[in-house]
């Protein structure tokens, strides 16, 4: 951090500033005087300064940050990739690309067991499903929450397929740890800090969906709070971001797989689904995302769209979904990935 000093900072304000900084922050403060302006190179661990407050000071007049504010999700301290095991043998990250497949909601026993059994068929490795489903109106479906979770694990016994699955209250921990294999943060929930403090205290994987109003600083700081709590099994999944654009559900931010890998070690995903919203734009979407580096995708697959509780539109049916598998095993051969 390099602070410029205004003009009429004296000699005893930058050596009370100095002496204030290395005792409350532990950093070794660099004066370096020209003719009038005096800037203060802070060397050390800065992330727990408070830039804010410091901003108040009436001797300060500019703070620029050199170093990014978010360490155990940063590259620069950890070179090489993560990988997180969601399962035995069920890695995201390294050569081998991930797919996870399944309804956006968890509907009843026959329909999770049925698409589970179909996506596994088709080379999805983990299964989705929603209990507890976030939805913007609270006329919409709900999810079937408890039961939903029941049968989840339903599915899991019927194809040995892990699974992954939204929670939205810290209060579900206990009642989801033995019932699924990677918690799901939501976008909605994705500064839900209280929550991100809760399941940084469990080691379970956890797959960290963007906001779609945050920017990727802000969606790595909430990987920390997951990280900083002890949990480093995170997976950053990128879902899509609100632009101007109408005519797709949310703008699929491509760019973010490149710069997030390059800011940060852990595995990134991309949910096409969720990007487009329309059935017809996840195979592309997901071509591209796998081009552009990504660790896997995230994909809503529905034994009957068009009579999803919810997310319906953007569901593919089993037959899309096996097409959709072959252009992306084809697109992963391209750039050295297996799928
Ligand atoms: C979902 O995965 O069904 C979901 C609600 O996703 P998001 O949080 O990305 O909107
Ligand atoms: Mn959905």
């Not at 800065?46 to 999700?73: G, H, M, Y």
């Not at 509907?107 to 999770?112: A, D, F, V």
Request: proline share 5%; glycine share 8%; charged share 20%.
């Amino acid at each position: 951090m390099i602070l410029v000093m205004k003009n009429s900072a004296t000699p005893e304000h930058i050596e009370q500033l100095s002496n204030w900084l290395t005792d409350t922050y532990g950093v070794h403060v660099n004066p370096i005087y020209g003719t009038g302006t005096t800037v203060l190179a802070l060397v050390g661990d800065t992330s727990a300064i408070d830039q804010d407050a410091l901003s108040r000071n009436s001797k300060i007049e500019r703070i620029t940050k050199v170093q990014e504010p978010f360490k155990l999700a940063n590259r620069r301290m950890h070179p090489e990739d993560t990988t997180v095991e969601i399962a035995p043998g069920v890695v995201v990250g390294g050569k081998k690309l991930v797919v996870m497949a399944g309804p956006c909601s968890v509907e009843s026993e026959e329909q999770i067991i049925d698409v589970a059994k179909h996506v596994q068929a088709d080379g999805a490795t983990i299964l989705r499903g929603g209990a507890w489903k976030p939805r913007s109106s609270p006329y919409s479906f709900q999810g079937l929450k408890a039961e939903g979770l029941e049968l989840l694990h339903k599915a899991h016994e019927a194809t040995g397929l892990p699974v992954v699955t939204e929670i939205t209250n810290p209060k579900n921990i206990e009642l989801f740890l033995d019932k699924c294999d990677c918690f799901q943060v939501g976008a909605r929930n994705m500064q839900n800090f209280d929550l991100l403090k809760e399941l940084g205290q469990t080691h379970k994987p956890v797959l960290l969906k963007r906001g779609f109003a945050n920017t990727m600083e802000e969606f790595l700081m909430s990987a920390e709070y997951l990280m900083a709590g002890g949990n480093e099994n995170v997976i950053l999944c990128e879902r899509g971001i609100r632009t101007y654009e109408t005519y797709t559900r949310n703008t699929l931010d491509i760019s973010a797989v490149p710069v997030l890998k390059r800011m940060s070690h852990l595995p990134v995903i991309v949910d096409p689904s969720h990007a487009g919203g329309i059935y017809w734009m996840v195979e592309p979407l997901a071509k591209a995302a796998v081009a552009a580096g990504a660790d896997g995708l995230m994909i809503e697959v529905h034994n009957d769209p068009s009579h999803a509780l919810s997310d319906g539109a953007q569901s593919l049916t089993y037959k899309s979904f096996s097409e959709c598998m072959n252009s992306i095993r084809r697109v992963a051969e391209a750039v050295g990935r297996e799928l």
